[in-house]
């Protein structure tokens, strides 16, 4: 059975407002009330100020195995293997979506419970419809946890981790900003390939999780670690000769 989205959880940086939750996940029809509180998103935020407009005018691009949108450099990432190595706040973006589709994005941590995130809209007339830039906090997560999250449609339930959805297809993408705090995510809402284009950008949202673990994540391997792996490579080169020098005497023997 998929984790089922509780009814509570975080709530968007924007104006008071409650956004109705009906939930389409793994064929079970889930109802809850998704709150809105606090301020609207400000140019003056870090990531607003120095990515929103680059990643909202490419908004478009297919977001499979690029290294860069626009002059943001780009890091390639496993999306489901994220995770923290220092207790850090985590604060997740709304970017923007091309999706005709209502899509609700939700987390959890160490495969626990999910938490919606927030529900995106494609309806110019939603007076509760998110803006590029809106923000929520997630609050504190614990430095060794797995941060996985899942998206909601009407098409079906997706993850993060391929292995868990039910068509086994890849339906999301994960980046590093290179020299930031920030991971890059995006979705792909269809549950088949053959049911429009793979571009991944559905759903598309960013994540600060701190600069610590964003550098851990796309940390090269340190030089003690490939010198013991070089060394461990070494040695079963010089087995794998000796025997092939022994071999032929115990023959002749």
């Known amino acids: 059975m998929h984790p089922s989205i509780a009814a509570d959880g975080p709530v968007p940086n924007k104006a008071v407002k409650k956004l109705p939750a009906t939930l389409l996940l793994a064929g079970l029809l889930l109802a809850g009330p998704l709150s809105a509180t606090g301020l609207t998103a400000t140019d003056t935020d870090p990531f607003n100020a ?5 990643l909202q005018d490419n908004l478009g691009l297919n977001l499979y195995e690029r290294e860069s949108i626009g002059d943001i450099p780009l890091v390639s990432l496993d999306p489901s293997s994220i995770s923290l190595t220092t207790t850090s706040g985590v604060r997740v973006y709304y970017i923007g979506t091309t999706s005709n589709y209502i899509n609700t994005l939700g ?14 809209s494609f309806s110019t007339f939603d007076r509760n419809r998110l803006m590029p830039g809106d923000f929520i906090d997630l609050g504190n997560v614990e430095g060794g946890s797995q941060l996985d999250f899942y998206m909601t449609t009407n098409l079906g339930f997706t993850r993060t981790n ?20 920030y991971l890059l995510l995006g979705f792909e809402d269809t549950i088949s390939d053959w049911i429009g284009g793979a571009d991944f950008n559905d759903l598309l ?20 670690t490939l010198l013991i792996l070089g060394s461990f490579l070494l040695m079963v080169a010089f087995l ?5 020098i022994v071999a032929p005497k115990c023959s002749q023997a």
């Open 50 to 54: 120095t990515y929103l407009e680059t």
């Open 107 to 120: 987390y959890s941590t160490n495969d626990g419970a999910v938490a919606p995130i927030f529900k995106t």
């Open 162 to 181: 391929t292995v868990s959805t039910s068509d086994m297809i890849e339906h999301a993408v994960a980046y590093a900003i290179s020299d930031s705090p």
């Open 205 to 224: 949202f960013a994540v600060d999780i701190g600069a610590a673990n964003v550098s851990a994540m796309t940390a090269a391997p340190e030089p003690s």
């Open 240 to 244: 794998r000769n000796r025997q092939r």
